[in-house]
């Protein structure tokens, strides 16, 4: 590596999958080279935000409420631009569990991840549906979740809206209830996290690194099967066919007709407030100093 190449290690939020391929396509390509940067996946790793505070990477996709819940402990993180902005959380059920409205979730059990967040949003979902712990049974879940619900331990589980298409290939056809359609406000839901220092001393590098991406986007917009084939061969546990699908879910939620990347710091507000109300935050924050649009091109 020069002297005049930047390294980005980005630590990714989950297994490289189709939502990645904006990186992946920009790097095959040569784009990051060419703009003087060394780019780096890395697979996602415990404690990610404390590495980026850290500085054993440059950059973490991450969830903006962990970045407000971890700010008295991690100062110097800010979010430098959004990678899925739209808030693909909700509820999934097997349609063969006669399970088709909201309405029907009553007196049945309902499996959620330890989030902070993913509780207080079930709040809501179920208060807009006037549905109460009187009439549902709510159970913790981990990552075994869609392996328990196909095996019938519950009836319904939270999840992201991009991942249905891995539960369908298992020839299950599912419904699913979003969040932001009952009653809870919409937000980005993964955003590129840095450390403010190495982000402020790196600026350039960095608004090159969203070009490139950019650029990649347009690229993984073109691709056909043999792209697709081609990004999935490096990825563990990957299928092509299963990745297009996941990528048609994903891609507006990318690219939502808007400006690429960017915060919307009104939904962020919002989704603080949620945060707060519940107790998870003991005070509020300037969110316009946290989620940043200023390296973006």
């Keep these: 590596m020069s002297d005049t190449t930047t390294r980005i290690r980005v630590l ?84 063969k569990s006669g399970i088709d409205t909201p309405k029907d979730l009553e007196n049945k059990t309902i499996a959620i991840g330890w989030s ?31 392996k328990l619900l196909l095996a019938g331990e519950f009836d319904a589980l939270n999840g992201v809206q991009y991942a249905n298409p891995r539960t369908e290939r298992l020839g ?25 220092d190495w982000v402020n001393g790196n600026a350039e590098a960095l608004k090159r690194f969203f070009s490139c991406i950019k650029e990649g986007l347009s690229l993984v917009k073109e691709w056909g099967y043999d792209e697709w084939e081609a990004y999935t061969d490096t990825l563990e546990g990957r299928n092509r066919d299963e990745e297009m699908a996941v990528w048609e879910i ?6 939502d007709g808007g400006d690429l990347f960017h915060h919307n710091i009104e939904e962020i507000r919002k989704l603080q407030d949620i945060l707060y109300t519940d107790g998870m935050l003991e005070t509020t924050y300037p969110v316009e100093e946290i989620f940043v649009n200023s390296y973006l091109t």
């Design 12 to 95: 990714l939020d989950w297994d490289a999958d189709a939502k990645h391929a904006i990186i992946w396509a920009a790097d095959q390509a040569g784009l990051f080279g060419k703009n003087g940067l060394k780019v780096e996946m890395v697979p996602p790793l415990p404690q990610r935000l404390e590495k980026v505070h850290a500085g054993e990477v440059e950059l973490a996709i991450n969830y903006p409420h962990n970045i407000l819940l971890m700010r008295k402990e991690l100062p110097n993180l800010i979010s430098v631009g959004v990678l899925v902005k739209t808030n693909p959380e909700g509820l999934f059920t097997l349609k």
């Design 116 to 146: 902070p967040l993913g509780r207080s949003q079930i709040k809501i979902f179920l208060d807009y549906h006037d549905l109460t712990d009187k009439n549902i049974k709510l159970i913790p879940i981990g990552r075994k979740g869609k």
């Design 172 to 196: 299950h056809e599912i419904n699913f209830f979003p969040y932001i359609n009952s009653g809870v406000p919409n937000s980005a839901f993964l955003v590129f996290t840095g450390q403010k």
């Design 250 to 255: 994903t891609l507006p939620m990318i690219d």
